[in-house]
């Protein structure tokens, strides 16, 4: 069965990355860019630019894959994000 889950990084103009869950990237995009719906720490942050997606099996997995990411260094965010494999590995061993 095909899940709709997902891992994300969006870019916001300063260059700060966020990393979130979602079933539809889309739409979450647009809440954050949007007023009152998205998240509090990228408030006033836009332009908005999604960077990365990465699917998942089920939200069990997106969550773990979150919090894999949320822990890496940025330069390894930016890694992951330039779809380097090794870094890959760091998230999904």
Same mark, same amino acid.
């Given at each position: 069965?095909?899940?709709?889950?997902?891992?994300?990084?969006?870019?916001?103009?300063?260059?700060?990355?966020?990393?979130?869950?979602?079933?539809?990237?889309?739409?979450?995009?647009?809440?954050?860019?949007?007023?009152?719906?998205?998240?509090?720490?990228?408030?006033?942050?836009?332009?908005?630019?999604?960077?990365?997606?990465?699917?998942?099996?089920?939200?069990?997995?997106?969550?773990?894959?979150?919090?894999?990411?949320?822990?890496?260094?940025?330069? @390894?965010?930016?890694?992951?994000?330039? @779809?380097?494999?090794?870094?890959?590995?760091?998230?999904?061993?």
């Amino acid at each position: 069965m095909k899940s709709d889950w997902h891992v994300y990084i969006l870019r916001t103009a300063a260059g700060m990355l966020y990393t979130g869950i979602t079933t539809d990237v889309d739409r979450r995009l647009a809440e954050h860019a949007g007023v009152g719906k998205g998240a509090r720490s990228l408030r006033g942050k836009g332009p908005l630019e999604l960077v990365y997606r990465l699917p998942a099996r089920d939200r069990s997995e997106a969550s773990r894959l979150e919090a894999r990411i949320k822990k890496l260094s940025r330069a @390894d965010k930016l890694r992951l994000i330039a @779809d380097d494999r090794a870094v890959l590995d760091l998230i999904n061993p």
